[in-house]
């Protein structure tokens, strides 16, 4: 009976030190083949200059011209666009490695189709792929020394991390639509083609701005309106020729200008809504725009709105 039972005892003991010898070896070769959390890091993000993200035909290249960012040096970049930018790529971390047997055809399709990031200062700091699976609910960025791909999270977040890097360059641009500094604010027009008597110009008169041919100018609604015209913002701006072409044919409903005072023009043209709770807009001569409607309503005031009483 004894003897039956050491025999037990030493069995249980060699399959304990066996188990224990495979959790040993599993942890260990764990360790050596943990994810270098700081393999997508700039050391210093601050020092970064210009960010190129390209993708197929189309390229954004954002840079820093010492004042403020730009978008492929054509446009003024949206300053809470780039801020989200930076902190994705302050805050994105590799959870893990993809499975071997994916990793190759992964890095393939990243470097086919997804979107090639580049980060510089005065020299290339950084370089990876980035993209997602077809839902966009996982994030991969791949290393294109190593050829390895990652699955990226922000920690504590459930976000999909490559979505800030795969945008056009439409949606990285500066939302306002005037945008002046009223230092060199000069004069405002206003047309309402159907209403021309409702037409108005704003300008300075003796030493406030006033409107040109009122008697007396309500100075609070017309405070109010200038300001509402200095913060307007676009819903989308919209890159399509066609639409751009057609609106081009069509006669606006009401149109703005303001004039600085080194006689520059900007312009806007509002048209009316489309029946789905939209409005469409061009800016300058090109630009076609979406807009809701409740950004635009506030900002159509004929000049019998500004009589003073």
């Given at each position: 009976m004894q003897e039956k039972i050491n025999k037990r005892r030493i069995i249980t003991l060699m399959i304990l030190?066996?188990?224990?010898?495979?959790?040993?070896?599993?942890?260990?070769?764990?360790?050596?083949?943990?994810?270098?959390?700081?393999?997508?890091?700039?050391?210093?993000?601050?020092?970064?200059?210009?960010?190129?993200?390209?993708?197929?035909?189309?390229?954004?290249?954002l840079s820093y011209n010492g004042a403020y960012w730009r978008v492929n040096d054509r446009?003024?970049?949206?300053?809470?666009?780039?801020?989200?930018?930076?902190?994705?790529?302050?805050?994105?971390?590799?959870r893990r490695a993809v499975a071997s047997s994916e990793n190759d055809s992964l890095f393939h399709a990243l470097r086919e189709h997804g979107v090639h990031v580049s980060l510089y200062s005065d020299e290339p700091e950084l370089t990876f792929y980035a993209g997602g699976d077809p839902e966009k609910t996982q994030a991969y960025f791949a290393d294109p020394r190593s050829g390895?791909?990652?699955?990226?999270?922000?920690?504590?977040?459930?976000?999909?991390?490559?979505?800030?890097?795969?945008?056009?360059?439409?949606?990285?641009?500066?939302?306002?639509?005037?945008?002046?500094?009223?230092?060199?604010?000069?004069?405002?027009?206003a047309e309402f083609p159907d209403n021309p008597s409702e037409n108005f110009r704003v300008a300075q008169l003796d030493r406030d701005f006033g409107v040109e041919g009122l008697v007396k100018t309500d100075t609070a609604r017309l405070n109010t309106?200038?300001?509402?015209?200095?913060?307007?913002?676009?819903d989308t701006y919209l890159p399509e020729p066609g639409l751009r072409d057609s609106l081009q044919q069509l006669t606006p409903k009401w149109e703005l200008r303001v004039i600085d005072?080194?006689?520059?023009?900007?312009?806007?043209?509002?048209?009316r809504g489309d029946g789905n709770g939209v409005v469409f807009g061009l800016i300058g001569d090109d630009q076609p725009a979406v807009f809701s409607p409740a950004k635009v309503r506030r900002l159509e005031r004929p000049r019998s709105f500004f009589a003073g009483k």
């Open positions: 030190v066996v188990v224990t010898v495979v959790v040993y070896f599993g942890v260990t070769r764990e360790r050596r083949i943990a994810v270098p959390i700081d393999i997508f890091q700039v050391e210093n993000l601050e020092s970064i200059g210009t960010v190129e993200l390209r993708s197929g035909n189309a390229t954004v290249t446009y003024d970049a949206d300053g809470d666009m780039i801020r989200v930018l930076f902190a994705t790529l302050q805050q994105a971390r590799p390895k791909v990652y699955v990226m999270t922000i920690p504590g977040y459930k976000v999909y991390v490559s979505g800030i890097l795969e945008l056009p360059e439409e949606q990285w641009r500066n939302k306002l639509v005037f945008g002046f500094n009223w230092r060199n604010f000069r004069a405002l027009e309106f200038l300001d509402d015209v200095s913060l307007l913002t676009v005072i080194a006689s520059r023009n900007y312009r806007l043209r509002v048209y």
